[in-house]
């Protein structure tokens, strides 16, 4: 589904990432993680077409990225970036229409299956309730719930999301996690986040990269990548990781 081949990248100069290769196929949920300034949402934009990389390819569905427009990635593939800008005085209705705009023949025509997949969107992650609310004077995150229906509603093959649980409480990370999760498993999506909660990552991806000094430096199954040596030697803190019972998952325990 989605392939990235040798990827390098810098910023005036400075180089950023080095020589990244990976593949995450159909119905896989992949956990980007790696400590501050490591690379990740870098390697998240080269993934989407917003920023082309010094050397490699992105391959999505066999194609070379470089040869697609930005319509079509975005049939493609939904984005929920760390930090989004939406324009005030927007309803939430308004902002998770927009996801539709791949779909879209005209800007101006609204179909039902537009209707269909935002109402749908909505729905799965509990937004309906506040549909008519101006974005502006949603919390921190309702509004990211907001922006998790927009990328739903563009009904991606592929989605993409850098730290989508950031600015949500306990309950709300579970739901959302759980969520894409669901969606990877039922509806057979490819599902690619980059976070900070070791723990989270460890409970629902299938499978983590570990970028650390432009390299990915451990990949592989959750036992594989997280563990003590390779957390010491990334955010150079004592950890001590081991599978919890109660939530049937390895957790991560900083000293
Ligand atoms: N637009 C930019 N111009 C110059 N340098 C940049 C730019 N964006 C990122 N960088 C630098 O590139 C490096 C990687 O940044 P990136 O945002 O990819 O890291 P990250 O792993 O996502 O970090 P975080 O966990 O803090 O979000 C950092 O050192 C950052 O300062
Ligand atoms: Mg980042």
Do not use: W
Not at 156 to 184: C, F, N, W, Y
């Amino acid at each position: 589904m989605l392939q990235v081949k040798n990827i390098s990248a810098s910023y005036q100069q400075r180089p950023v990432l080095e020589g990244i290769s990976f593949q995450v196929e159909d119905g896989e949920f992949l956990g980007i993680i790696g400590p501050n300034g490591a690379g990740k949402t870098t390697l998240l934009k080269i993934m989407t077409g917003v920023k082309s990389p010094l050397t490699g390819e992105v391959m999505l569905d066999g194609k070379k990225m470089s040869s697609l427009c930005r319509k079509e990635i975005a049939m493609i593939m939904a984005v929920v970036p760390q930090s989004s800008f939406i324009p005030p005085l927007f309803t939430v209705e308004d902002v998770v229409l927009m996801g539709r705009y791949p779909h879209q023949k005209s800007r101006f025509v609204t179909t039902e299956e537009d209707i269909k997949a935002v109402e749908e969107a909505m729905q799965k992650t509990n937004t309906s309730n506040f549909r008519q609310r101006p974005v502006n004077e949603l919390s921190g995150g309702e509004r990211q719930e907001v922006i998790i229906a927009r990328a739903l509603a563009q009904e991606p093959k592929i989605l993409l999301l850098d730290e989508p649980t950031a600015s949500l409480d306990i309950k709300h990370q579970m739901r959302i996690l759980g969520l894409v999760r669901t969606l990877v498993k039922e509806n057979g999506i490819t599902a690619i986040m980059v976070i900070h909660d070791l723990n989270l990552a460890a409970r629902f991806c299938d499978r983590l990269i570990l970028l650390h000094n432009q390299k990915i430096y451990a990949q592989g199954v959750i036992k594989e990548v997280l563990t003590s040596q390779n957390l010491k030697e990334a955010y150079e803190v004592e950890t001590m990781v081991e599978y919890n019972d109660f939530i049937g998952a390895l957790q991560v325990v900083v000293k």
